[in-house]
RNA sequence: GGAUCUGUAGCUCAAUUGGAUAGAGCACUUGGCUUCGAACCAAGGGGUCGGGGGUUCGAGUCCCUCCAGAUCCGCCA
């Protein structure tokens, strides 16, 4: 509940005036704020009209809380002094000298420190993960985004490859969610790729039925390996394969039957994978799905005159774009058919974009891949945005969330097929194992169930974290060291830091849903200050990371805020005699709480109560 | 051959997308537990941001060029 801050008693002695300003709470999002202010001070000016920015952002902490760049860059156009620009602005900004202090520093930054009252004032008006929620919510209100992620092909196991779509998708769906967004997760499998007719080829001739009873998915990627050797060594093999697509794609029965096996097994392998990421997909529309929707988008790319025949084949040239031009030196058209009149992903992604647009009336669409797939979204959002302005379909954003790979020693990709990769259940199962052998070393006491229950958390989310933290664009060499550290910016620190907040409570046996901080009052000493500054930039963190896809922003703010109280905690004793110092003191507790469980949560870890 | 991405401390990575003196962790050195959990904290050394040139008040970030690696380039997705 959100009501009137408490600030009021040390406002008595200020104006009136300043009095009714102050029942305002300061927004959840302090820079929006003080965007705001600044720009009616530049309308003021008549700077607007010229395309003046405030570019309010988070400033390095010696400088201040927050400042703005804008006078900067606006002075060079307009050919004024800069410095002489931002002090006009900071003149007509007198109201907010309340909150903050304001100072002008080198060529023309304007910056902005909390007062003690004003980081209290915001402490006191967001005081619950649900507060968080309402703060943030406004955003993406009735907007429905569409995420596709983890998408794996079926009759194969996930390896560490996959981690990455999974992990960063999840992600970035709830930050979308937080936001406001209704959120459509679609795992986007490949069940319908020319890989079905060896498989069906090797099925019906060496099948090992005991090996499918054991670990059915083991014994599909060993049928798999079979076919594709058999096909390699013998060309009559390859064609008796080809006839099993065939046969499959016209519908054949007994083909349909392996093929929706093959899938189902699959599909409750992978389920076990997503449950221990905390993963839950709202659909699973694969390749299959659009099988029949494909002609739709051969006859409209045809009519508007988007695509053309070329060697048999359909295709799409983009000439306005060097890359995607007929008259490149080596033309890279996009293949909607293939010669043979077969139809490829080109046509099927064509489809499902269309599908998502229509029935889900998506606002945006977000689809997790890594980097080599990077030309082909280029070329499919050039076509569909062609497309659908051809066809005056409402056109949705379009993000590719892209990542970089997972490489071995060598540098290289890995590859499903290379064998000998990392599978993901073996990874997860290792991080549990090396996470037990911490936990009992570090709290031999707790009894050995709740010991593997952390342990399962602590080695879950250390996985999850070794692929949050870091910017996704780059690529990175496995190694068990890194996927597993549990020191410095990971999982485990992160983690710890919630539990020493939660045992402080149960040290005082005060609930943490009820924290009696109603009397706090404002920070004093340098560490208490220091972490409730960074507090107030929790929104500022979330909308960067929600509005540049990069949960790692998150990450790193978590990270610092975790350093921020661990400072705090060294320094400043919370259960103390002194009521006073007590009750503001745990008002920082709580709050860091809150926004660490809300930030962690966000990423898709799961936290704990003790460790 | 063309295109895209990457290159930051010995190692692994950041840097709010053009902002102020480039920051963390690991490793190394030093100090801190009979005091709310030391999976922690405080402090120290360590950098021609791959090389060179350019754009401007200001460049790790943008442009050009060279070097190194990865990836893609009409029918596997």
Request: overall charge neutral; aromatic content about 10%; glycine content about 8%.
């Amino acid at each position: 509940m959100r009501g009137p801050r408490p600030r009021a008693k040390i406002l008595l002695a200020q104006s009136q005036a300043q009095f009714l300003n102050q029942w305002m709470p300061l927004p959840f999002n302090v820079a929006t704020h003080l965007d705001t202010a600044i720009r009616a001070a530049a309308k003021a000016l008549g700077l607007t009209d010229q395309g003046f920015e405030s570019e309010v952002r988070v400033a390095d902490p010696a400088n201040g809380d927050f400042q703005a760049n804008g006078a900067l860059a606006f002075a060079k156009r307009a050919k004024q002094n800069p410095r002489a620009l931002a002090q006009q602005i900071v003149d007509l900004l007198g109201a907010l000298q309340t909150d903050f202090d304001l100072t002008l520093a080198g060529p023309g930054f304007i910056n902005f420190r909390l007062k003690p009252a004003a980081l209290l004032g915001w402490l006191q008006a967001y005081g619950s993960a649900q507060d968080l929620q309402n703060g943030a919510a406004s955003a993406r209100q009735g907007q429905t985004w569409i995420v596709d992620y983890s998408s794996p092909n079926t009759a194969k196991q996930m390896h560490v490859g996959h981690l990455r779509s999974a992990v960063i998708g999840e992600a970035i769906c709830r930050l979308l969610a937080f936001s406001g967004a209704k959120v459509i997760r679609d795992n986007h499998i490949g069940d319908w790729g020319t890989q079905f007719g060896k498989l069906i080829w090797a099925h019906k001739r060496h099948l090992d039925p005991a090996a499918l009873a054991t670990d059915p998915l083991e014994e599909f990627e060993r049928l798999y390996k079979v076919g594709n050797t058999a096909a390699d060594a013998d060309p009559s093999v390859l064609e008796e394969a080809r006839h099993e697509l065939v046969r499959l794609q016209d519908g054949d029965s007994t083909n349909l039957e392996i093929w929706k096996e093959i899938n189902d097994v699959s599909l409750a392998a992978f389920q076990q994978i997503y449950d221990q990421l905390g993963i839950k997909f709202d659909v699973t529309l694969g390749e299959s799905f659009y099988n029949d929707k494909v002609p739709r988008v051969y006859r409209e790319l045809s009519e508007s005159g988007l695509a053309e025949e070329s060697g048999g084949a359909l295709v799409v040239f983009h000439d306005e774009h060097p890359r995607f031009s007929r008259n490149a030196e080596r033309p890279n058209p996009f293949m909607v058919r293939k010669g043979d009149g077969a139809s490829g992903y080109a046509s099927t992604d064509l489809a499902t974009a269309l599908y998502r647009a229509e029935n889900f009336h998506a606002h945006g669409i977000v689809i997790v891949t890594d980097f080599r797939q990077t030309d082909h979204f280029e070329q499919l959002f050039l076509t569909v945005k062609k497309w659908f302005a051809a066809k005056k379909y409402r056109l949705p954003e379009l993000h590719h969330v892209i990542f970089g790979a997972v490489t071995g020693d060598d540098g290289k990709a890995l590859r499903t097929r290379d064998g000998g990769t990392i599978k993901l259940k073996e990874l997860l199962g290792e991080a549990e194992e090396r996470a037990y052998a911490l936990v009992t070393e570090k709290t031999p006491d707790l009894p050995e169930a709740e010991r593997r229950t952390i342990a399962r958390t602590i080695g879950i989310s250390s996985v999850q974290y070794a692929d949050l933290s870091q910017n996704r664009s780059s690529n990175y060499v496995f190694s068990w060291e890194k996927m597993l550290s549990f020191e410095g910016n990971t999982a485990p620190y992160l983690l710890y830091a919630v539990t020493r907040v939660r045992s402080i409570f149960r040290k005082a046996s005060l609930n943490p849903a009820e924290p009696p901080v109603g009397s706090a009052t404002a920070p004093e000493s340098l560490q208490e200050i220091s972490l409730a500054r960074k507090l107030v930039k929790f929104p500022d963190a979330i909308q960067l990371a929600t509005n540049t896809l990069r949960p790692h922003f998150l990450g790193l703010y978590l990270y610092e805020l975790a350093g921020e109280f661990s400072g705090f905690y060294a320094a400043d004793k919370v259960i103390v005699d002194d009521a006073a110092v007590r009750a503001r003191r745990l008002l920082l507790c709580h709050r860091t709480l809150i926004v660490l469980e809300t930030g962690l949560h966000l990423l898709g870890l799961r936290t704990l109560e003790r460790m």
